[in-house]
C-alpha cells in the first residue's frame, strides 16, 4: 500500500485580518516535505472556487509548483482539475510546468466538477461537464505528448498549435475522480487512467464492487498493456496513542468539517423534486446530519484511532484492492497537532508496507 498526503481543507482564515495570513499554507509545505523525506508517495492538493471549504486551493498548479520547489522526489498531484473549467491548452501547459520544476513528479486527476457555483467560470459546459471531462482528459494527454490542437485565434481562423513548455514526462500520469458512481469507474478504465475516489458516499463492499468494475475496463481496453491500473481512496487521518483522547480531539473539527461538506453536497444535486435545499433546513438539522456523519466516519471510513486500529483499515482497502491511501489531514485541527501526528502516520506507512 502507498501512503500520499492530501489537502482540501477549510479557508478558517478566510474573515481573519491580513496579518492572520502568514502561516496559512504552512501545512501544506511542510506536510510535503515531510512526506519526501519518509517514503510518502505524492502529495495532491485541490481546486475549488467561492466558498471557504477548499477555499485555501484555487489552483493546484500553483501549489504544486510550491511544493515541487520544496521537495526532491515525491509525487506533485492534483486532485483534482475540474476540467470542464478550462481550456485543454492551458491544464496542458500549467502542468507541464510544474513537471519541469519537479523534474518529472507531476500527475493530475481530472473531475468534471460537483458544484454549480464553481461554474461561474465556464457556464457553457456546466449541463455537459461529465462528457466535456473525458473530451479533456483525451485532449490533454495528446498535447502533453506533443501532438497539435486545431483551435481558432482572435480573428476566428483556424490554427494548430502546440502546448509549451515541453513536460520531462512523455506521458502524464491521469486519475479520473469519482464520488462513488460505478460508469465514472469503468469510463477511468477504458482511458487507461487511475481512479481517485473516497468514502464519505459509498461503504467498504460497494467500492470493492466498483473497483472490480475498474479493474476489468482496464484489462478491457485493446491497448491494455498487462497493468491493472491504480485506486487512489482519499480518507481523513489523524492518529495518537490514546483512542479516547483522540477521538475527542477530532470530534469536533471533523463534524465541523463535515457539516460545510453537507451542505455544499446538497447544494450541488441536480434540480428536481428530490433535491433538498440546504438553504431551507434549520441547524439543528444540519449539526443532526454532521453528528451522524462524524460517528459514521470515524469508525468506518477514516484513519481515526490509533495505529493498530488503522493497521487493520488498511488491510481491508488493500483487500479491496486500493493501492494507494490518500490521507487528507487539514480538516481543521491546528496545524502543530497535524505536523506533531506526523510520526504516527509514518509508523503506519512502515507497517502497512
Known sequence: MDFS???FGNDN?????????????????????????????????????????????????VTGAAIASVTERIAVRAGSVVAPLHHPLRIAEEWAVVDNL??????????????????????????????V??????????LWRGEEAEVRDGTGAPVRVRSHPRPVQAELPAWITSAGGVETFRQAGDLGAGVLTHLLGQDLDELAAKIAAY?????????????????????????GDDEDAVRELVREPLTAYLRSSVGLLLGSQARGAGRIDPAK??????????????????????????????VRAVRRL????????????????????????????????????
Not at 133 to 142: F, M
Not at 215 to 230: C, Q, V
Not at 321 to 342: N, S, Y
Request: glycine share 10%.
Open 5 to 7: 498526503l492530501f489537502y
Open 13 to 61: 482564515a478566510a474573515a481573519a485580518s491580513t496579518s492572520d495570513h502568514a502561516d496559512r499554507y504552512e501545512l501544506v509545505l511542510e506536510g510535503a516535505r515531510f512526506a519526501d523525506s519518509h517514503g510518502f508517495c505524492a502529495v495532491w492538493t485541490p481546486e475549488r472556487h467561492f466558498h471557504a471549504f477548499g477555499g485555501l486551493y484555487p489552483n493546484p498548479a
Open 102 to 131: 519537479s523534474g518529472g513528479r507531476a500527475g493530475v486527476a481530472f473531475a468534471s466538477g460537483w458544484h454549480a457555483t464553481d461554474f461561474a467560470l465556464r457556464p457553457e459546459n456546466y449541463d455537459d461537464r461529465r462528457t
Open 133 to 142: 471531462l473525458l473530451d479533456t482528459v483525451r485532449q490533454v494527454r495528446a
Open 215 to 239: 479493474r476489468e475496463a482496464f484489462a478491457g481496453r485493446p491497448d491494455a498493456d498487462g497493468t491493472d491500473g491504480h485506486v487512489a481512496v482519499m480518507v481523513h487521518a489523524y492518529l
Open 281 to 310: 433546513l434549520r441547524d439543528k438539522d444540519l449539526d443532526f446530519l454532521a453528528a451522524r456523519a462524524f460517528d459514521r466516519y470515524y469508525h468506518h471510513g477514516g484513519l481515526l484511532g490509533t495505529v493498530p486500529k488503522a
Open 318 to 353: 488493500a483487500d479491496l484492492g486500493v493501492d494507494e491511501v490518500a490521507c487528507l489531514i487539514d480538516f481543521g485541527l491546528p496545524t502543530k497537532t497535524v505536523l506533531d501526528g506526523f510520526g504516527s502516520l509514518d509508523e503506519l506507512r512502515r507497517l502497512s508496507a
